[in-house]
């Protein structure tokens, strides 16, 4: 076999492999003696067919199956000759040649893994925040949690700060009119829809009202056509409700789960919940810095497309699944494109990441790995099937390791790096570290 290695541009690499004529020759002729003794043609009696009919029969097809299984053989064998970490699938670029030789030679265009540079983990410069959860971040949830279960009461006056408002919707935009046809119901409460412009419009006015007006829609609207979008807009107030918070009390404090319903084992829970919540966002937006610091330290890094692709489209499924969709593979595809971007930047942190943990010698941790499990299976009322379900799970179990040993790496850079402590609140390392991961 022989094999020539070309770089195309960026992590592209080109094989050109030769597999020798008579290698593919001996092992048809070998393949045509075995089907000799198994087929059954009429005339001949099992086992004493002629090679001359089972090679006239049988032999386009054998050589062809032969040629595959050399080419497969070929390309590993040639990955592993050249020394090279395919980051994908190889391509066949076209059919197989026969030449002059006898030889047979094709092409394939592969993806690798880029080469980085030992990485100077004392020359990286990190903000580590710090944050604890404070009484009011209790008090804060305790409020969430009632607004959670809030129920409207219907007022006969104009609409304001915090009140639910039904409406009847409709709005022309660039794309036509939504709906089609007459109006879509929908509600908006003042204050906390996300849609300034709509709140602002709605505030002061009472059941009954109409109003036309041109409206620039947040990007994130429920209908697509609308969304970042300018457009005529017509509403009808249908009923304006103010809410009513439930009292805090022994059978509100039981709904969450606390048995002895006391606000103070209520808040306790609260509290705990909160802490974990903030040692998550905190890892995570430990690991946003030190990313953006390696991105710094290693500029030109390029990113294997096979593993972005790979990337989005898994974050389109999960979206799907969430959603409650199929993810069939059209939709994921199509979906997948609005990640690109996101998935780049998380292909390039995992490769950062790993490099720093192949070049320090750093391996997952298998308690941590089971503590991890075992923190979410906690919140499973039969914790030790999901236990099982991640250890039986191959797919799930490789998804905590990685996320383990980025762990791993975080904790082993900040023990090396030049970190800088940085006092947060709460609810700013929360939203910094949403921010940072949306």
């Known amino acids: 076999m022989q ?10 690499r080109k094989l050109t492999i030769q597999v020798p004529g008579d290698e593919i020759q001996q092992k048809v002729i070998g393949k045509l003696k075995e089907l000799s003794k198994q087929v059954r043609i009429k005339g001949f009696r099992p086992g004493r067919v002629p090679m001359s009919v089972v090679k006239q029969r049988y032999g386009q097809q054998a050589r062809q199956e032969i040629i595959n299984d050399a080419m497969q053989g070929s390309i590993q064998q040639a990955i592993v000759d050249e020394k090279l970490r395919p980051a994908g699938m190889p391509r066949l670029d076209a059919p197989p040649k026969d030449l002059d030789s006898g ?9 690798v893994y880029p080469e980085i540079d030992t990485i100077e983990a004392a020359a990286l410069d990190i903000e580590q925040p710090e944050a604890e959860v404070t009484d009011a971040d209790v008090e804060e949830m305790l409020k969430t949690l009632r607004e959670q279960r809030r129920t409207w009461d219907e007022v006969e006056r104009a609409a304001e700060e915090g009140d639910q408002v039904i409406l009847d919707f409709a709005a ?16 908006s409460i003042i204050g906390n829809s996300g849609f300034d412009e709509l709140d602002k419009l709605l505030t002061g006015l009472e059941a009954g009202a109409e109003k036309k007006k ?19 807009s017509e509403i009808k107030v249908v009923k304006v409700s103010e809410p009513n918070l439930p009292e805090v009390d022994e059978e509100f404090i039981q709904a969450f789960g606390v048995e002895d319903g006391t606000l ?39 990113v294997p497309q096979a593993v ?13 699944s969430s959603q409650g969709q199929e993810p069939e593979q059209e939709m994921v595809l199509q979906l997948a494109e609005q990640f690109t971007g996101q998935a780049e930047e998380r292909v390039r942190a ?4 790993g490099e720093l943990a192949q070049q320090n010698e750093i391996r997952v941790d298998g308690a941590k790995v089971r503590e991890a499990i075992d923190t979410v299976a906690s919140t499973y009322e039969q914790p ?7 250890y039986s799970n191959q797919r799930l179990l490789q998804q905590v390791e990685s996320s383990v040993l980025e762990e791993q790496v975080v904790d082993w850079v900040l023990e090396h790096a030049k970190v800088t402590p940085k006092v947060m609140s709460f609810q700013d390392v929360i939203a910094e570290a949403t921010s940072s991961s949306a």
């Open 214 to 232: 041109k409206l620039e829609f947040p990007e994130g609207f429920r209908e697509a056509s609308l969304a970042g979008k300018k457009a005529k």
């Open 308 to 320: 972005v692709r790979e990337e989005a489209a898994s974050m389109a499924a999960q979206i799907l």
């Open 172 to 187: 022309e935009g660039e794309e036509g009119r939504v709906p089609e046809e007459g109006y879509k119901r929908m509600s």
């Open 103 to 111: 030889d047979i030679e094709f092409e394939v265009t592969i993806e």
């Open 264 to 302: 103070d084992s209520l808040k306790e829970e609260i509290r705990g919940n909160l802490q974990r919540e903030l040692k998550q966002a905190t890892t995570n937006l430990l690991k946003t810095r030190l990313v953006s610091e390696l991105v710094k330290a290693v500029p030109e890094l390029d």
């Open 350 to 353: 995992g490769l950062l990441l």
């Open 384 to 390: 030790a099937e999901v236990v099982q379900l991640y």
């Open 3 to 12: 094999v020539s290695v070309e770089n195309t541009g960026g992590l592209e």
